[in-house]
């Protein structure tokens, strides 16, 4: 059975996910971008049977426009975030692609919030792009 390992930045928190996810989705809704940081996020959502976690997580909880609760979980010691619920579906977890030690052959599946994405969560065929950290410096 394929596993899919994870892990938050400083390594406090661990998780493995065990079979293929049920969806991998990209949402740009105002509470995920606020959330990462950037346009959108993109997870992975498994049955929470299939999951185990260790570590000391911290929560935050909101209200949804369905009216429903979602709590977003993050380690408690780097604050990268590691998984999301939504009372909805009380039995499945969604895990950032990002904290994957290895995301390989998880695509996105489905785009939510689509409505929401900011003008410049997209890069032109002009941006230039490095393997790596370049060694330039910005001028001026």
């Known amino acids: 059975m394929i596993k899919y390992l994870g ?21 740009h809704c105002e509470e995920c971008r606020r959330l990462s940081g950037t346009g959108h996020t ?6 929470s049977e ?10 935050f909880k909101y209200s949804s426009g369905k009216d429903s609760e979602v709590t977003k979980a993050f380690c408690s010691n780097c ?4 998984y999301g619920k939504n009372t909805r579906l ?3 977890l969604t895990f950032t692609l990002g904290t994957m030690d290895d995301a ?9 919030f689509e409505r929401d994405k900011p003008h410049w969560d997209q890069l032109g065929k002009e941006v230039v792009s ?5 060694d330039w410096k910005p001028e001026g």
């Open 79 to 82: 604050g990268s975030p590691v």
């Open 90 to 92: 009380e039995d499945h």
């Open 130 to 134: 490095f393997a790596t950290q370049p």
């Open 7 to 27: 892990k938050c930045l400083c390594g406090e928190v661990t998780y493995i996910a065990e079979g293929r996810p049920i969806v991998v989705a990209q949402c």
């Open 50 to 59: 299939a999951v185990s976690v260790s570590g000391k997580l911290s929560e």
């Open 104 to 112: 390989s052959g998880l695509d996105v599946e489905v785009v939510i």
């Open 42 to 47: 993109v997870g992975a959502m498994f049955k």
